[in-house]
């Protein structure tokens, strides 16, 4: 991989173009300086499981989307995340926490909302 910028922006770039010319390797290498610039953005952990699963790497493609489906949890996308849980059972049905655990937060921050619109209309 050649030497760049730390902006996430030069990094994007040239992801881009690794995809672009089929250099997997190179592009695997760039997702995981991305994820650690943003580690909070679900976005990266789930393009590099979709990486992954295409390089046949399927371990390590779950072990991304896992982290993917919490972060996007994480963040209130409850859609997404459910999505992203059930692209992860198709790979390993075992995984089946990962979509309850995906619900709960969703729970609980709908019932943290609940509590917060109680307190304030008095």
């Known amino acids: 991989?050649?030497?760049c910028d730390s902006n996430t922006t030069d990094l994007r770039?040239?992801?881009?173009?690794a995809l672009q010319t089929g250099r997997l390797a190179e592009a695997l290498d760039l997702y995981a300086l991305i994820e650690k610039r943003k580690p909070d953005e679900p976005r990266w952990a789930h393009r590099k499981g979709d990486l992954l699963r295409r390089m046949?790497?399927?371990?390590?493609?779950?072990r991304a989307y896992e982290r993917a489906v919490h972060l996007y949890?994480?963040?209130g996308f409850d859609a997404r995340a459910a999505?992203?849980?059930?692209l992860l059972?198709?790979?390993d049905p075992r995984k089946g926490e990962v979509l309850e655990w995906a619900d709960a937060?969703?729970?609980r921050r709908f019932e943290r909302q609940s509590r917060n619109t109680i307190l304030l209309s008095y």
């Open 1 to 3: 991989m050649r030497k």
């Open 83 to 86: 999505a992203t849980a059930r």
């Open 73 to 75: 949890s994480a963040k």
């Open 89 to 91: 059972l198709a790979i």
């Open 105 to 107: 937060e969703a729970e």
């Open 56 to 62: 046949g790497r399927e371990a390590d493609a779950v």
């Open 13 to 17: 770039a040239l992801l881009s173009k």
